[in-house]
């Protein structure tokens, strides 16, 4: 290692711009100089103190005083400050440890008896090869602030206390537990049961109704597009139309026909001597109810789906099988059903994702109901999302509804991961055309 | 050598909406024969195969296979398998499971599958294949592995639409040659259709020529090109030039207003014919010891042969030579009685 290139970089890393000074890069020394200046003046100070209420998280709460409330500190905008704090030093990191490689890689081409770049070469330089990086410097400051900043901010509610009736601010100050959330999770019997339950039938409801919307699709659609059919496009376009209206629509009209004791169903089902059902009241008959409408709804987009696979599939295909004597049963088994699975896959993995967090159906249906009363603030038919959306909206349990939404985070994100790596292998082996 | 017939149609006619598609042909053809439909495009080649393979109802006529009507037989108990111009295989298997379909169909036994798959894999020289998945091999494998799959049943009739047709020219040239082998390796009988004329007169024992749903002519390759017997297949079977004539007498005709000697006869007194006279047979000699004269105008070399055209009257005549003569010579037109073929008139058999 040469002279050159030591001491201009131990000198920018004394102070940025130091190193460039020395090796005669004035202006770029004196920018570099004049930002770390700024840096230390103006924002340090600010920077330090809200990485320390990050720390604290507030040590004086609001009081009482002669009838007048005092403001304390507020935790979580004192969170919030500690975040961006932390992203701006990040930033500044990042400057210094490019200015210190700057001034190193110049201090070696003198040690090498180049040529040591003018201001415009470097502007040059800049904008022919960093132009790319130039155009998505904004969007990358974007993404920092408004994605990572909000996601660092509900993993770390997971680690805090953050809730109703004791620790909410402006009131009360909220407090760091660690992995104590994740902890309570599992061993308090209330909240452990709330979660198994409710994970179990989250998974349960997203596997069923992918599932049944999938092959009640798949069944119309091989019906529709059997030859035997007439007026095809009518059928097509009479199935198709519970899903060209709004869904939350035909939600609601759905929660009035199931609905108990004034509902047309029940009316019918009673005056024909069937009795009533107690479609939405009882957990079985509620948790039936979320899959029926969710197949009446779900099921005309598999359908018109897979009639677009269906009239894919080349028809010397089954030709060529009935020649070797298969029957319509084993032509469907096994040439209709392998052909439409390898092209649909996919589509079926993400329709199970998209169900595990079909917050829209459960909420507008049942409202998670009926309740159960050994659960935490949870009933029958909730699955994971509708048990965050009360456990953050209606009973302000932050602390646990952050814990629970890491855990959404980290499965939707295997699915979606896995779906990803099969998309591309299905690509590559290229199975229907 | 003698053989049976193997299968028969009679009158045999489909029609789509109205319009005749087949227009009731009768044709025999016996066992281990390598016959071919040939045609230009649209003519019902495919739909008459089709038919023979029970996946179109005719609207008219029976179809006898070694002397039963099997009209209303499905296409799986037929003993006729079929190999499907785009292969049809069974993307989603590998290339024993493709052979091996109808095998497990019929649940034959684990061990006797086995074997059979081998022997077919063995014949189409596709042998450690087994595994391979189907996308992944080359067009002339895959249309192997087709034949395999259609031979593994010991079908006594194998119907072929244009095997060959998504192959290059080289490919194609390779595999005709070894369709030929198989056929006479496994000895049965090869329903084959193609739309070109050079494969078909390679390939086949019988060539069925059709157009418009109607047969024009069936007969051995080499029949089909020296003795045409409409003008459709004189045109459509090679390079001619057809003349309109008058046939005299027996073995007397005359055309481009002159009498020629030729070995055709039957014909009434007078009648007006078509003559063919292939452009390969006609001479270039020295104008006065010649039968015509014409002026040369235009040459195009061909390879093996120059193709030149030649004004005589109002006749343009197409003659292929190895001397090459220049644009705008005077020459002399000469061919012998055999080189003149005498037809019916009318452009083709109608019904
Ligand atoms: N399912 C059908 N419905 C209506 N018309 C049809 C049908 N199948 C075939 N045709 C018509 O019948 C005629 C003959 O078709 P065919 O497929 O037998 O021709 P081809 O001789 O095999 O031609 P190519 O060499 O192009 O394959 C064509 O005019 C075609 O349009
Ligand atoms: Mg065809």
């Known amino acids: 290692m040469g002279r050159h290139s030591k001491r201009a970089g131990a000198l920018s890393i004394l102070f940025m711009g130091l190193g460039q000074l020395y090796n005669r890069q004035i202006i770029k020394g004196c920018i570099l100089a004049v930002a770390e200046a700024l840096y230390i003046i103006m924002l340090l100070p600010y920077t330090l103190s809200c990485i320390k209420g990050l720390v604290t998280l507030g040590d004086t709460p609001q009081r009482m005083v002669n009838g007048k409330i005092i403001q304390g500190d507020h935790s979580i905008f004192m969170m919030v400050y500690g975040i961006i704090a932390i992203i701006v030093l990040f930033l500044f990191v990042v400057l210094y440890i490019i200015n210190v490689r700057d001034a190193f890689k110049v201090g070696k081409n003198r040690d090498e008896k180049k040529k040591v770049n003018s201001y415009k070469d470097s502007l040059r330089n800049l904008s022919e090869k960093g132009f790319v990086y130039l155009l998505l410097t904004p969007a990358g400051v974007f993404t920092l602030f408004l994605t990572v900043v909000p996601l660092a901010f509900g993993v770390m509610i997971a680690f805090t206390n953050y809730s109703s009736p004791n620790h909410l601010p402006p009131r009360s100050l909220v407090d760091w537990v660690g992995f104590q959330n994740f902890i309570n999770l599992f061993q308090i019997p209330s909240l452990g049961k709330t979660f198994a339950g409710i994970a179990r039938w989250t998974l349960i409801w997203a596997f069923l109704s992918t599932f049944t919307t999938f092959f009640v699709g798949l069944v119309f659609a091989v019906i529709i597009n059997a030859n035997k059919i007439v007026l095809k496009k009518f059928w097509r376009s009479i199935f198709i139309l519970p899903w060209a209206v709004p869904g939350f629509i035909s939600i609601l009209i759905m929660r009035n026909m199931f609905n108990g004791q004034f509902g047309p169903i029940n009316k019918y089902l009673t005056s024909i001597g069937i009795g009533a059902v107690p479609w939405l009241a009882e957990p079985f008959w509620a948790q039936t109810t979320c899959i029926l409408v969710n197949l009446w709804l779900g099921f005309p987009y598999y359908m018109a789906m897979m009639s677009g696979v269906l009239t894919g599939i080349p028809r010397d295909l089954y030709e060529a099988a009935s020649i070797e004597g298969a029957n319509a049963r084993q032509q469907f088994f096994q040439i209709t059903l392998p052909m439409v699975l390898f092209a649909t896959a996919p589509l079926v993995i993400n329709g199970f994702a998209y169900n595990f967090n079909n917050f829209t159906l459960i909420y507008l249906l049942t409202n998670g109901n009926p309740a159960n009363n050994q659960y935490f603030y949870a009933g029958h038919t909730d699955i994971l999302l509708s048990w965050l959306y009360k456990l953050t909206l209606e009973q302000n349990q932050y602390h646990m509804a952050a814990v629970v939404s890491i855990i959404i985070f980290v499965f939707i994100t295997i699915i979606s991961a896995f779906n990803y790596m099969r998309t591309r292998s299905f690509k590559e082996e290229d199975m229907v055309q | ?351």
């Open chain 2, 1 to 351: 050598m003698l053989r049976r017939n193997i299968i028969e149609l009679r009158n045999l006619t489909k029609s789509y909406n109205d319009t005749v598609v087949v227009d009731a042909i009768n044709l025999l053809i016996r066992e281990n024969e390598f016959i071919t439909l040939l045609g230009p495009s649209g003519c019902g080649k495919t739909t008459t195969l089709r038919m023979i393979g029970g996946f179109e109802d005719p609207n008219d006529g029976d179809i006898f296979f070694e002397g039963t009507r099997i009209n209303n037989v499905p296409p799986y108990k037929r003993n006729i398998n079929t190999v499907f111009q785009k292969y049809a295989l069974f993307t989603h298997m590998n290339v024993y499971e493709n052979i091996a379909f109808g095998l497990r169909i019929k649940k034959v036994p684990n061990d006797e599958m086995k074997k059979r798959v081998q022997r077919m894999l063995k014949l189409v020289d596709l042998e450690g294949f087994e595994k391979r998945h189907v996308d992944s091999l080359s067009g002339g494998q895959q249309q192997r592995v087709a034949i395999a799959r259609a031979l593994v049943n010991e079908p006594k009739v194998l119907l072929l639409d244009e095997p060959l047709g998504a192959l290059d020219l080289k490919l194609r040239k390779e595999m005709q040659i070894e369709l030929m082998d198989m056929q006479k390796n496994v000895g049965i009988t090869f329903i084959y259709v193609t739309h070109d004329q050079e494969e078909a007169l390679t390939m086949s024992d019988t060539v069925v020529v059709m157009n418009n749903g109607v047969i024009q002519q069936v007969g051995s390759p080499v029949d089909i090109y020296n003795e045409p017997e409409n003008r459709f297949v004189a045109d459509f079977i090679g390079e001619s030039n057809i003349l309109e004539g008058i046939m005299h007498e027996d073995f007397l005709v005359s055309f481009s207003g002159r009498k020629f000697r030729c070995v055709d006869k039957g014909f009434s007194k007078d009648e007006p014919v078509d003559v063919v006279i292939r452009p390969e047979d006609i001479d270039v000699t020295s104008p006065e010891d010649a039968d015509l004269q014409g002026v040369v105008s235009s040459v195009v070399f061909k390879g093996v042969h120059y193709e030149m055209l030649v004004e005589s009257g109002d006749f343009e005549y197409m003659i292929q030579s190895t001397d090459m003569q220049p644009v705008g010579a005077g020459i002399g037109l000469k061919f012998g009685p055999e080189d003149i073929h005498v037809m019916k008139r009318g452009s083709d058999n109608e019904k």
